[in-house]
T-cell receptor, first 112, second 114 residues
Framework: GQQLNQSPQSMFIQEGEDVSMNCTSSSIFNTWLWYKQDPGEGPVLLIA?????ELTSNGRLTAQFGITRKDSFLNISASIPSDVGIYFCAGQKKNTGNQFYFGTGTSLTVIP | EAGVVQSPRYKIIEKKQPVAFWCNPISGHNTLYWYLQNLGQGPELLIRYENEEAVDDSQLPKDRFSAERLKGVDSTLKIQPAELGDSAVYLC????????????FGPGTRLTVL
């Protein structure tokens, strides 16, 4: 199936620092989503993006839908310990039955 | 409002044994998804239901995996017989309709095959 590449694979940052991660694909998507997954839990939707170039915020999180429609970016400002987890991007194509394709994940560790 | 419920949360079985996972989606959600998540990877779709109809099962290994959603509400995913490589987390998700972006995930069932 489709593979979305996320980078970096893992991050170790100090509390208070800003975080940036991205997701790229060889295919065009109509919707980009960002999820956070805590250990032992299912992914939880953070932000959804619907238009190329769109910039959307959710608290300290900001995500952008790349203008090529093949990538997306997630930024977290002023990180706190509860930001720890794995962040997944997901892309959706309308012409494949609305199937979602998930990225490989970015593991974030925040050092207090 | 209750979220997506899955059981069991953990299952340990020996290879060649059968295993079944159960999912109860959020009330009123027509679309139900089963995903496989291997360690260190993102979820991969196994099957999607719209009401009781399986509309996308192209990624389901049909020689050993089966699923059902008889009344269009809760669903069961079965593996028979299980193999060592089936060890993973099996996630269930639901959404109001198929064309909505918002999927709500359950906590998953972690399967270990010995």
């Amino acid at each position: 199936g489709q593979q979305l590449n996320q980078s970096p694979q893992s991050m170790f940052i100090q509390e208070g620092e800003d975080v940036s991660m991205n997701c790229t694909s060889s295919s065009i998507f109509n919707t980009w989503l960002w999820y956070k997954q805590d250990p032992g839990e299912g992914p939880v939707l953070l932000i959804a993006l619907y238009k190329a170039g769109e910039l959307t915020s959710n608290g300290r999180l900001t995500a952008q839908f790349g203008i090529t429609r093949k990538d997306s970016f997630l930024n977290i400002s002023a990180s706190i310990p509860s930001d720890v987890g794995i962040y997944f991007c997901a892309g959706q194509k309308k012409n494949t039955g609305n199937q979602f394709y998930f990225g490989t994940g970015t593991s974030l560790t925040v050092i207090p | 409002e209750a979220g997506v419920v899955q059981s069991p949360r953990y299952k340990i079985i020996e290879k060649k044994q059968p295993v079944a996972f159960w999912c109860n989606p959020i009330s009123g959600h027509n679309t139900l998804y089963w995903y496989l998540q291997n360690l260190g990877q993102g979820p991969e779709l196994l099957i999607r239901y719209e009401n009781e109809e399986a509309v996308d099962d192209s990624q389901l290994p049909k020689d050993r995996f089966s699923a059902e959603r008889l009344k269009g509400v809760d669903s069961t995913l079965k593996i028979q017989p299980a193999e060592l490589g089936d060890s993973a987390v099996y996630l269930c998700a639901s959404s109001l309709y198929a064309d909505t972006d918002t999927q709500y995930f359950g906590p998953g069932t972690r399967l270990t095959v010995l």
